[in-house]
């Protein structure tokens, strides 16, 4: 199957997240295709089968970016199967996850787009890459109340093991799909 991945990052981590995805999807026979839509290269959905929309939450919403690339695309995106993987340090926790969700809708209705399928992905403290007020932002709102302290470092909370089922889920989905 001919697999388009579309997606943006902010502080890498979901560089790293699309890098195993489109690593595991080759590893599994698809033909992918990266689209970083922070670039200024045309998106080309032509021959593609399916797509995988990758995006972290930042302040709440996803990249500007992102969500405009969408957009413009959703006319095309609509009768193909697409999987919309948001990327949040809400996803991360259990009471975060009603939170991550209204990201995701908020991005649905941005957009204009309706996944065929959507996961929340729990995304990563990059301690090395914020400012104070960024740091203290995480410390104080973000991670308040919560197990993870940010003076620890920097910390993954992504599943890997739940992404590659989400993943493997919807391209069997995709596969079944009608042409």
């Not at 388009?4 to 890498?12: C, D, K, M, Q």
């Not at 972290?56 to 919309?84: C, G, I, Q, W």
């Amino acid at each position: 199957m001919n697999i388009a991945i579309l997606f943006s990052t902010v502080e890498g981590h979901t560089g790293k997240i699309c890098r195993f995805v489109e690593t595991m999807l080759g590893q599994d026979g698809h033909a992918v295709r990266v689209f970083d839509t922070d670039a200024t290269v045309p998106v080309d959905l032509n021959d593609g089968d399916a797509v995988i929309l990758l995006a972290p939450v930042h302040e709440r919403r996803h990249p500007d970016l992102f969500e405009a690339t969408v957009a413009a695309l959703a006319e095309k995106l609509a009768p193909m199967p697409t999987l919309m993987l948001s990327v949040s340090l809400s996803a991360s926790f259990q009471d975060g996850r009603e939170e991550a969700q209204d990201y995701l809708d908020e991005f649905k209705m941005r957009t204009g787009l309706a996944p065929t399928r959507e996961a929340l992905v729990a995304g990563a403290v990059k301690t090395e890459r914020y400012d104070y007020f960024a740091a203290q932002v995480v410390k104080m709102v973000v991670l308040r109340g919560k197990t993870y302290d940010a003076a620890n470092g920097s910390h993954e909370f992504t599943d890997w093991d739940a992404l590659r089922n989400a993943v493997t889920e919807f391209t069997g989905i995709a596969a079944s799909a009608p042409a």
